[in-house]
């Protein structure tokens, strides 16, 4: 069996002998009565960015989708496969979340990559397509003069921004919020210091406190 397989395994016969037997109850429950998750989290698929770990969630708490960057893309009626589009609309009409969290984090290779120029390749492939809807975050970050060390920090802050803007682009979510139903927050996860920033209401990011 490959390496990658045995650790799956071994993963799951770790989950089996020690978080299942306490959550045994639990697990019959959602898979009996359905998920009421009272929080959508869009997060990036990167490995060492885990909602579940940063948040100590418990199955059905969350409702989550990952893709690159964790970027919400905006409203776009033509056909294709809207995959993030699809989940943040399940999330609102059927299972009536209080809130959605939008999480960047340190370092995030979605990011580097579109401020690369992955954005403006036409050989990037899927990536390429996907990052270029932030190149107006890109192009705004860089107009900004600012050091060369802190372009990525403030450009994973500013795609989180964006995302906001974007969701509120989708009736549905608008009509959430404008009615008070619907929560929107953004947030950021240093991966280094294991430290999470909410933004405030002006789209200022502050510490949350850890105790």
């Known amino acids: 069996m490959s390496e990658w397989k045995i650790k799956l395994v071994e993963g799951y ?4 002998a020690g978080d299942y037997p306490e959550q045994k109850a639990l697990y019959e429950k959602l898979g009996t009565h359905g998920q009421t998750p009272k929080t959508m989290l869009i997060g990036c698929s990167d490995s060492r960015a885990d909602p579940s770990d940063i948040f ?4 059905g708490e969350m409702f989550v989708v990952r893709n690159v960057a964790a970027i919400v893309p905006p409203l776009d009626e033509t056909s294709g496969y809207h995959g993030t589009s699809a989940a943040i609309e399940y999330a609102v009409r059927n299972l009536n979340v209080d809130g959605i969290v939008v999480l960047g984090h340190e370092s995030c290779g ?35 003069g600012h050091p060369e060390e802190e372009v990525s920090y403030q ?18 979510v608008r009509e959430a919020v404008e009615s008070g139903s619907l929560q ?22 502050q510490l949350v406190p850890e105790a």
């Open 155 to 172: 450009m994973e802050l500013e795609t989180v921004r964006q995302s906001l803007e974007n969701l509120m682009s989708f009736p549905f």
């Open 13 to 16: 016969k770790r989950f089996r």
């Open 56 to 59: 100590d969630a418990y199955p």
């Open 184 to 205: 929107l927050q953004g947030a950021y996860f240093s991966i280094i210091r294991a430290r999470l920033m909410f933004a405030d209401e002006k789209g200022e990011f």
């Open 110 to 144: 979605g990011v580097q990559g579109c401020l690369d120029g992955m954005g403006h390749d036409d050989n990037a492939g899927y990536v390429g397509r996907w990052v270029s809807l932030i190149n107006q975050v890109r192009d705004r970050v860089l107009a900004t």
